[in-house]
């Protein structure tokens, strides 16, 4: 039978952003898959290098949507660890707090997300609502809903405001009732369960051979490979979590790793707000000079934290002056999402073919930075 | 961590020939390797257990007319990352390529080609255009290259009686 070239995005509801690959099918089986990236390249990294360290702040958070504190945190440790400047011990523990809230929100998303292709939309509508309610507190907290820009080099921006602690710990104790009729509704579902379960395999040798990590990392090596336990960055050395791990993974196996992730992050807060420092600073300076001018010291260094699909670092260079020299952006899915898109989408069927994306956490703006 | 990651540097002196090594942080290094030997050092450190490449980039050294590549490796067992640095002259850039060590650098290869115009030998597809589309300037991520310049060239001025600038004044942006 002849191939037919089919396009799945850009503009496509199983797609995550703006990505589009086009798949070569016989019949219903992909038979060769191209990524086309590129679609949301605003040249981030050039853009960098001509904006103050500062000012690069308010661009770093549109590199990843869904997940913008990732970006603050490797940018502000990056700099921190070439100015060899140690920041006050309760911005640590704030950090660590917006990073866990932000794993929850993504996370609740991804777990709706999975309703989407599989066509059980209930599942998208009740992960949107829960995570605006993560939301609401990211506003109280930092002032904007989306791109917080409340991480910066030398601490957090501001002191947390009242009372912030209490509504944390309300929202875990509802999340910790809500998340589980996901678990009722998306996963123990007879159609979803049958579309995941022993489908869109990745094998440990694919795992090293791509390299994927995060998720599908440790779905498949049944290693605790998470960047939080492996090199401990924040205070993530002070808090007891576990890293779900599985030898054997198919997209199930995948989402479930996800939900328990979820339970996890929630105790990660729980000791966060049990053990903050209630008296502190929360900033220092990185350098003399005035607030929005100051200088880094020439060096290179490599800053990597564990994002919810993976390592995701910057690659930073600095030569002394008030503007980086370099930064190159390691996007956590750009492995799965070129290398492993082209090689192992091939004998996929075209309706899991965004289930494949889904369960293997690509996310475009990324890979396109 | 420390001991684990000086006897790592210590093998690593041993075996290879390293031209200048750099300790960046208590989990992280960077060794500099001649253009010739990155391939025996890459093979090397993957089987004492750098087995991920994280990322392959490039920095722009122009004052030194040099181009200069990074090869970032990751140990997840002891949590250790390697920075692998090597000089490439800047004129007529091209190395070879390390898909065959590890199979995850065709796209990070094919990407540097895109942005600064460096070639790999071996792997045919860093030809390609990636990200960008009808790209007709030198590659965009190299320092001689003016985005202002470009962008006034292929776009038309558009007149405003209004100018904003930042008030800190005298970033030319």
């Known amino acids: 039978m002849k191939e037919v070239k089919l396009f799945l995005g850009p503009q496509h509801p199983g797609m995550h952003g703006n990505y589009s690959v086009q798949m070569y099918v016989d019949g219903d089986i992909v038979k060769k898959a191209r990524p086309t990236p590129g679609f949301l390249h605003r040249g981030f990294e050039k853009l960098m290098e001509r904006r103050l360290w500062m000012g690069n702040l308010a661009l770093i958070p549109r590199i990843c949507v869904v997940e913008p504190d990732i970006n603050e945190m490797v940018y502000a440790q990056g700099i921190e660890m070439l100015a060899k400047v140690e920041i006050p011990e309760k911005a640590h523990w704030i950090r660590m707090m917006i990073l866990e809230m932000a794993r929850l929100a993504i996370h609740i998303m991804g777990l709706g997300g999975i309703g989407g ?32 820009m409340y991480i910066v080099p030398g601490g957090v921006r501001k002191q947390l405001p ?63 490979y998470d960047l939080r336990k492996v090199q401990p960055y924040a205070r993530y050395d002070q808090v007891e979590f576990d890293v779900p791990v599985a030898n ?16 996890q992050s929630i105790r990660i807060l729980r000791q966060v707000i049990e053990k903050m420092p209630k008296e502190g600073e929360v900033r220092t300076k990185i350098s003399t000079g005035s607030a929005l001018r100051w200088k880094v010291p020439a060096g290179m260094v490599y800053s990597a934290i564990e994002s919810s699909r993976g ?37 996929c069927r075209i309706d899991d073919a965004s289930l494949w994306m889904d369960t293997m956490g690509v996310c475009s703006p990324e890979i396109d930075r | ?121 071996g792997n045919d597809s860093s030809f390609k ?17 003016d985005p202002q310049v470009y962008s006034d060239r292929k776009f038309e001025k558009r007149d405003s009686d209004k100018i904003y600038r930042s008030k800190i004044g005298g970033v030319k942006l």
């Open chain 1, 311 to 347: 390592e995701y670092g910057y690659f930073i260079v600095s030569d002394g002056k008030e503007m980086p020299y370099r930064i190159a952006v390691r996007g956590a899915s750009y492995p799965q999402g070129l290398l492993g898109i082209e090689k192992y989408l091939v004998d």
């Open chain 2, 129 to 145: 255009p990636l990200l960008l589309e009808i790209w007709d300037d030198i590659p965009p991520l190299r320092k001689d290259f």
């Open chain 1, 248 to 263: 054997y993974s198919d997209a199930l196996t995948r989402v479930n790793i996800k939900y328990k992730e979820i339970f």
């Open chain 2, 1 to 121: 961590m420390m001991n684990s990651m000086n006897n790592i540097m210590k093998q690593v002196d041993d075996v290879l020939n390293v031209l200048n090594k750099e300790v960046i942080s208590n989990r992280q290094f960077a060794i500099d390797i001649n253009k010739g030997d990155v391939h025996q050092a890459l093979t090397y450190l993957k089987s004492i257990g750098f087995t991920q490449l994280s990322i392959i980039t490039c920095v722009d050294l122009i004052a030194d007319n040099k181009f200069q590549l990074i090869y970032i490796l990751n140990n997840w067992e002891l949590g250790l990352f390697v920075i692998v640095r090597t000089d490439i002259d800047r004129d007529n850039p091209s190395y070879v390529t390390v898909v065959n060590i590890f199979p995850g650098a065709k796209y990070y290869e094919r990407e540097v080609h895109e942005f600064f115009g460096v070639t790999f030998e």
């Open chain 1, 162 to 224: 009242d009372g912030i602690l209490e509504k944390l710990s309300e929202l875990l104790d509802e999340l910790e009732v809500k998340i589980p009729e996901y678990r009722e509704l998306g996963l123990k579902h007879p159609i979803i369960h049958k579309r995941l379960k022993d489908n869109i395999m990745l094998p440990e040798d694919v795992v090293w051979e791509v390299g994927i990590t995060g998720i599908g990392m440790r779905s498949a090596t049944n290693k605790e």
């Open chain 1, 117 to 148: 292709p599989t066509g059980l939309y209930t599942l998208t509508y009740w992960a949107i609502a829960q995570r605006d309610l993560i939301l609401d507190l990211f506003e109280e907290i930092t002032g904007a809903r989306v791109y917080h």
